[in-house]
């Protein structure tokens, strides 16, 4: 059965491209290998995640994540089961909520991921990958 789980977490410490870069090649490598898909949007202090994948690996997987310390208060904020992949291009799709960009700040000046319903929140970052925000670099 394949499920599509969704959290919001809050950094901690700098979310520096070190930290982005490290996350992300461990997640390249572990997702490919074990059929998980998804979306990693990072920037002002939060984490936003995706993950997609047989209920028994995304399951395992968000344990382990939730269990990471480089972030806290790790709040699973929807949880479905799916028939397609919405990600499925993406062993782990990167989204880079920037500071400066135009799209948060203006169109969507009090965003916060913690108050907002799961749905909004994809629906979010599907407006950040249509205007081309994505960065997928497996070897980053
Ligand atoms: C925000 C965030 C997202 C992560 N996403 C993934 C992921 O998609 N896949 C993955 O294998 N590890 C991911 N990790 C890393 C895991 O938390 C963990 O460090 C990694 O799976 C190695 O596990 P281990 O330290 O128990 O060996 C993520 C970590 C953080 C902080």
Known sequence: MLIRLFYVS????????????????VAHAWNAQHGITGVLCQGQ??????LEGERDAVTGLFERIAADRRHKNVEMVH??????RRYEKWAMAHV?????????????????????????????IDELIAVGTVINAPDA
Do not use: H
């Open 79 to 84: 949880r479905e089961t799916i028939t397609q």
């Open 45 to 50: 202090g939060v984490f936003l995640q995706v």
């Open 96 to 124: 880079q909520l920037s500071d400066l960009d135009p799209m948060t700040n203006i169109e969507w000046p009090e965003f916060d991921p913690y108050s907002v319903t799961g749905l909004l929140v994809m629906a979010r």
């Open 10 to 25: 809050t950094a901690l410490g700098p979310q520096t491209t070190t930290v982005t870069g490290s996350i992300l090649k």
